[in-house]
């Protein structure tokens, strides 16, 4: 059966940093599109960012250049570095992953199959 796990949630000091972790298990299909989202209360999921297999990376305008998302397929883990953290990146964070290449799937949520139960990033100005 299909886990994934988040870990490295927390509080942060705006304009610093937390590294996000999710542990992927149960997975068999080999080309799955893996992401990271977040979710404000009572809102929808906003895409971040997507790694494919191959390590081709895609994300949203709103954390271009401050966020980095990574996976280590023998580790089978994601990885999201966040710098310059800001109080409206408050929120909880998820892992995802969709058994399609991200050429498919791309940023968004609704795609995404497998989903963990996300880590809470609160960021204080």
């Known amino acids: 059966q299909e886990r994934l796990v988040e870990s490295g949630g927390g509080s942060a000091q705006s304009g610093g940093s937390l590294r996000l972790s999710c542990a992927l298990s149960?997975?068999?299909?080999?080309?799955?599109?893996m992401g990271w989202f977040r979710r404000d209360p009572g809102k929808e999921h906003e895409a971040l960012a997507i790694?494919?297999?191959?390590?081709?990376?895609r994300y949203a305008e709103s954390v271009k250049g401050r966020f980095t998302i990574a996976r280590d397929n023998v580790k089978n883990t994601l990885y999201l570095q966040m710098n310059n953290l800001q109080p409206n990146d408050t929120a909880m964070y998820s892992c995802?992953?969709?058994?399609?290449?991200?050429?498919?799937?791309?940023?968004?949520?609704?795609?995404?199959?497998?989903w963990g139960l996300g880590t809470q990033v609160t960021v204080s100005s």
């Open positions: 790694v494919a297999s191959d390590g081709t990376t």
């Open positions: 995802a992953a969709a058994d399609l290449p991200c050429a498919i799937v791309g940023l968004r949520p609704h795609t995404f199959g497998y």
């Open positions: 149960g997975f068999s299909y080999k080309d799955y599109c």
